[in-house]
C-alpha cells in the first residue's frame, strides 16, 4: 500500500476499500465476484472522515487484498470475466445504489409441478422517475452478476424519466446472489437455462404486481443486451400477455454451434483501421505457427507471449495459446468505444490503437505488444494456457468468484453453442482453435454425455422453440452495431413494423444502452431516440 502513493489520504482510501472488501466477504453481503464487478466497472467511493473521495484503483491489487487467487481469464467464449454487457461508470456513492432486494418464493421448476422447492432471487428496484399510471421496465439480468449501477445509469434510466416509469433488474438464476440449489455440479445445472429464467420473470411480474397493489393494466416493457437481449425478445414472444414491449439490444437470437462469423465480423472491424493491420496479424500468425511445430519454437514462444507455463506440444494446449492471442483482438472490437471503461484499468483502448500498434511494428513485435498492453489492462503477469488447468477451473462447483464462467459455459452447451472457431478462412488468426475444440471442452467439463452430435441436437432444439432469426414476437425493437462479431446472429432486417430493427454503423457491443457521451457518432444518438420513440409510441397501445 505504501508503494501506491506518498499521499496520506489515498493510502488510506485503500485501506478503507480493503477494510470493506473483508468486512463485505464476512459478512456475505457480496460474493467476491460482485465485488470484483463493483471494482471493474466504477469508483469505490469512501465518504468517513476523508469526505466524498474518488479513486480508481487496481483490480489486480484489490483482488489480491481480497484474497481473489483463482485464475480468470479475462475473455473467454466469447464473455468478459464479468459478464457480456459490464454496467456502465459509477459517478455516484456507493451508498446512493438501490439495495438488494429478494424475491423468496421464486419456483425451482417452473415445468415440473410436483416439484414444490423455492428459492431467494436478487433484484434491484427504482421508483425515482415514476408517476401514477407509468409503467414498469424491467431489466433482465444475464450471464454474470447484476449490478445496481444499472438502476442509476445508463439509456433506459432517461427512457424511464421521460416514460415516468419504475425501473427494475432481476438478476438471471444462478449468477450473482441468485443461488437456487446448493452448488453448481452438473446435476444441479438442469435447472439452469434461458425456458427457466423467462418463466422466472413471468412469476416475478405477478409477486410484484401483487405485493405492490398495482393496477392490472400497468404495462411492463422489458430490457437486455447480448444474451439477456436475446431473453429480452424471447420474453416478449413467450409471454405476450405479461410483457407489453421489448429493447433486444445485441441479441444474438440465432444460435450456433460453429459461430466461425464472429472472428470475420473482428476482421472486418478491424480493416476499418486499415488493411495492413489485419494483414501483418496473419503474418505474425503464420510466423506463429510455424516456430510452434518445434520445442525450441514453442519455449521461444512462451517468453514472447508470457507464458505462466511453457508452452507443451498437447494439441490442446497448443489452441488454447493460439486463442488467447486472437481473444486479444476480440475483447477490443467488441467493446470498441463503448462508454463502460470494460474490465481495463485505463479506458478508451480501442481497436484504432491496437491496429497503430501493428502497423507501426513489424509483425511479431507488434503482436507480442498487444499481448502486454491486454495482459497490463487486466492485471496480469501472464497468459495461463494450460487446458487442462482451465477445464479444471470449469470443474469447479462452488459458488465463488470466477463460477459465472462455468455457468455461462453449460449454457453454450445445452443451448446455445456460439463456439467462436477459426474455422473461417477469411480471417488473420489461423486454424488451430477449430470447433472440434471447443465441443471438447463440453465432454471434459460435464461428462461424455456432452457429444457434439448432443450439443447440435441442444442447438437445433433451441431455434426450434425460439424461432431463431424467424422472430414471430411483435413490438420487439432490435439494435446492433456493425462493429460488434455478435452482431452476425442477430436479426438485422425486418419488413414487419411492429418489429423493427437498428443497425448502428461503427458501434460495438449494446453500445446503445450505456450513458450517452459527446463523442458517440450520430448513428448512436439517433439510435436510441428511435428506440425512445417506439417506447412511446408503444406504451400509447393497447396490450
Given at each position: 500500500?505504501?508503494?501506491?502513493?506518498?499521499?496520506?489520504?489515498?493510502?488510506?482510501?485503500?485501506?478503507?476499500?480493503?477494510?470493506?472488501?473483508?468486512?463485505?466477504?464476512?459478512?456475505?453481503?457480496?460474493?467476491?465476484?460482485?465485488?470484483?464487478?463493483?471494482?471493474?466497472?466504477?469508483?469505490?467511493?469512501?465518504?468517513?472522515?476523508?469526505?466524498?473521495?474518488?479513486?480508481?484503483?487496481?483490480?489486480?491489487?484489490?483482488?489480491?487484498?481480497?484474497?481473489?487467487?483463482?485464475?480468470?481469464?479475462?475473455?473467454?467464449?466469447?464473455?468478459?470475466?464479468?459478464?457480456?454487457?459490464?454496467?456502465?461508470?459509477?459517478?455516484?456513492?456507493?451508498?446512493?445504489?438501490?439495495?438488494?432486494?429478494?424475491?423468496?418464493?421464486?419456483?425451482?421448476?417452473?415445468?415440473?409441478?410436483?416439484?414444490?422447492?423455492?428459492?431467494?432471487?436478487?433484484?434491484?428496484?427504482?421508483?425515482?422517475?415514476?408517476?401514477?399510471?407509468?409503467?414498469?421496465?424491467?431489466?433482465?439480468?444475464?450471464?454474470?452478476?447484476?449490478?445496481?449501477?444499472?438502476?442509476?445509469?445508463?439509456?433506459?434510466?432517461?427512457?424511464?424519466?421521460?416514460?415516468?416509469?419504475?425501473?427494475?433488474?432481476?438478476?438471471?438464476?444462478?449468477?450473482?446472489?441468485?443461488?437456487?440449489?446448493?452448488?453448481?455440479?452438473?446435476?444441479?445445472?438442469?435447472?439452469?437455462?434461458?425456458?427457466?429464467?423467462?418463466?422466472d420473470a413471468a412469476y416475478f411480474r405477478h409477486f410484484f404486481m401483487t405485493s405492490r397493489n398495482m393496477s392490472a393494466d400497468t404495462k411492463w416493457v422489458v430490457f437486455g443486451g447480448s444474451y439477456s437481449g436475446a431473453l429480452s425478445a424471447w420474453l416478449r414472444t413467450k409471454y405476450p400477455h405479461l410483457f407489453h414491449a421489448s429493447v433486444a439490444s445485441s441479441a444474438p437470437i440465432l444460435a450456433k454451434v460453429d459461430f466461425k462469423q464472429y472472428l470475420q465480423v473482428v476482421t472486418n472491424s478491424l480493416q476499418t483501421a486499415g488493411k495492413a493491420c489485419t494483414q501483418k496479424i496473419l503474418n505474425a500468425t503464420s510466423s506463429i505457427q510455424g516456430m510452434i511445430t518445434s520445442s525450441a519454437g514453442r519455449k521461444k514462444l512462451s517468453?514472447?507471449?508470457?507464458?505462466?507455463?511453457?508452452?507443451?506440444?498437447?494439441?490442446?494446449?497448443?489452441?488454447?495459446?493460439?486463442?488467447?492471442?486472437?481473444?486479444?483482438?476480440?475483447?477490443?472490437?467488441?467493446?470498441?468505444?463503448?462508454?463502460?471503461?470494460?474490465?481495463?484499468?485505463?479506458?478508451?483502448?480501442?481497436?484504432?490503437?491496437?491496429?497503430?500498434?501493428?502497423?507501426?511494428?513489424?509483425?511479431?513485435?507488434?503482436?507480442?505488444?498487444?499481448?502486454?498492453?491486454?495482459?497490463?489492462?487486466?492485471?496480469?503477469?501472464?497468459?495461463?494456457?494450460?487446458?487442462?488447468?482451465?477445464?479444471?477451473?470449469?470443474?469447479?462447483?462452488?459458488?465463488?468468484?470466477?463460477?459465472?464462467?462455468?455457468?455461462?459455459?453449460?449454457?453454450?452447451?445445452?443451448?446455445?453453442?456460439?463456439?467462436?472457431?477459426?474455422?473461417?478462412?477469411?480471417?488473420?488468426?489461423?486454424?488451430?482453435?477449430?470447433?472440434?475444440?471447443?465441443?471438447?471442452?463440453?465432454?471434459?467439463?460435464?461428462?461424455?454425455?456432452?457429444?457434439?452430435?448432443?450439443?447440435?441436437?441442444?442447438?437445433?432444439?433451441?431455434?426450434?422453440?425460439?424461432?431463431?432469426?424467424?422472430?414471430?414476437?411483435?413490438?420487439?425493437?432490435?439494435?446492433?452495431?456493425?462493429?460488434?462479431?455478435?452482431?452476425?446472429?442477430?436479426?438485422?432486417?425486418?419488413?414487419?413494423?411492429?418489429?423493427?430493427?437498428?443497425?448502428?454503423?461503427?458501434?460495438?457491443?449494446?453500445?446503445?444502452?450505456?450513458?450517452?457521451?459527446?463523442?458517440?457518432?450520430?448513428?448512436?444518438?439517433?439510435?436510441?431516440?428511435?428506440?425512445?420513440?417506439?417506447?412511446?409510441?408503444?406504451?400509447?397501445?393497447?396490450?
Amino acid at each position: 500500500i505504501g508503494k501506491l502513493s506518498h499521499k496520506t489520504d489515498d493510502r488510506a482510501t485503500v485501506l478503507l476499500v480493503v477494510a470493506d472488501c473483508q468486512l463485505a466477504i464476512k459478512t456475505g453481503t457480496q460474493t467476491l465476484e460482485q465485488i470484483s464487478s463493483t471494482l471493474r466497472f466504477g469508483h469505490w467511493s469512501c465518504q468517513k472522515k476523508f469526505g466524498h473521495q474518488k479513486m480508481k484503483l487496481s483490480i489486480g491489487l484489490i483482488l489480491l487484498l481480497c484474497g481473489l487467487s483463482q485464475a480468470i481469464p479475462h475473455f473467454m467464449h466469447g464473455r468478459p470475466a464479468s459478464g457480456l454487457v459490464p454496467p456502465p461508470p459509477l459517478e455516484l456513492p456507493v451508498e446512493a445504489l438501490p439495495k438488494d432486494q429478494y424475491f423468496k418464493m421464486q419456483r425451482l421448476d417452473h415445468f415440473d409441478h410436483t416439484n414444490t422447492a423455492v428459492w431467494s432471487q436478487r433484484y434491484f428496484v427504482n421508483s425515482t422517475f415514476h408517476k401514477k399510471g407509468g409503467p414498469i421496465f424491467l431489466m433482465l439480468g444475464g450471464e454474470g452478476p447484476a449490478s445496481p449501477v444499472w438502476n442509476v445509469a445508463g439509456a433506459w434510466q432517461m427512457y424511464a424519466k421521460k416514460l415516468n416509469a419504475i425501473t427494475i433488474q432481476l438478476e438471471h438464476r444462478f449468477y450473482g446472489k441468485s443461488h437456487p440449489v446448493s452448488d453448481t455440479s452438473t446435476p444441479n445445472l438442469k435447472y439452469l437455462s434461458s425456458e427457466q429464467a423467462l418463466a422466472d420473470a413471468a412469476y416475478f411480474r405477478h409477486f410484484f404486481m401483487t405485493s405492490r397493489n398495482m393496477s392490472a393494466d400497468t404495462k411492463w416493457v422489458v430490457f437486455g443486451g447480448s444474451y439477456s437481449g436475446a431473453l429480452s425478445a424471447w420474453l416478449r414472444t413467450k409471454y405476450p400477455h405479461l410483457f407489453h414491449a421489448s429493447v433486444a439490444s445485441s441479441a444474438p437470437i440465432l444460435a450456433k454451434v460453429d459461430f466461425k462469423q464472429y472472428l470475420q465480423v473482428v476482421t472486418n472491424s478491424l480493416q476499418t483501421a486499415g488493411k495492413a493491420c489485419t494483414q501483418k496479424i496473419l503474418n505474425a500468425t503464420s510466423s506463429i505457427q510455424g516456430m510452434i511445430t518445434s520445442s525450441a519454437g514453442r519455449k521461444k514462444l512462451s517468453q514472447m507471449f508470457k507464458t505462466c507455463k511453457p508452452l507443451s506440444k498437447d494439441p490442446n494446449d497448443i489452441s488454447t495459446f493460439m486463442q488467447a492471442l486472437a481473444g486479444n483482438f476480440e475483447g477490443i472490437v467488441q467493446y470498441n468505444k463503448d462508454n463502460i471503461g470494460f474490465e481495463r484499468h485505463t479506458t478508451g483502448t480501442t481497436l484504432t490503437d491496437l491496429c497503430k500498434i501493428m502497423e507501426k511494428n513489424k509483425p511479431m513485435d507488434g503482436y507480442m505488444k498487444v499481448n502486454s498492453l491486454i495482459l497490463k489492462q487486466n492485471g496480469q503477469q501472464c497468459n495461463d494456457v494450460v487446458y487442462k488447468d482451465m477445464i479444471n477451473g470449469m470443474k469447479q462447483t462452488k459458488f465463488q468468484a470466477g463460477i459465472a464462467g462455468r455457468l455461462w459455459f453449460y449454457q453454450t452447451c445445452t443451448e446455445f453453442g456460439y463456439y467462436q472457431t477459426s474455422d473461417s478462412k477469411q480471417q488473420p488468426f489461423g486454424n488451430m482453435f477449430p470447433i472440434k475444440y471447443w465441443v471438447q471442452q463440453c465432454a471434459d467439463v460435464f461428462g461424455k454425455k456432452f457429444s457434439p452430435s448432443y450439443i447440435n441436437g441442444e442447438i437445433v432444439s433451441t431455434n426450434n422453440y425460439y424461432g431463431a432469426l424467424n422472430l414471430k414476437g411483435t413490438r420487439i425493437v432490435l439494435p446492433n452495431g456493425s462493429i460488434d462479431p455478435w452482431h452476425a446472429l442477430g436479426l438485422l432486417k425486418s419488413t414487419d413494423p411492429s418489429r423493427p430493427t437498428i443497425f448502428i454503423n461503427g458501434t460495438a457491443h449494446c453500445a446503445n444502452m450505456y450513458p450517452p457521451t459527446p463523442k458517440d457518432p450520430a448513428g448512436l444518438r439517433q439510435a436510441r431516440t428511435k428506440i425512445l420513440g417506439y417506447l412511446t409510441k408503444w406504451l400509447k397501445e393497447k396490450s
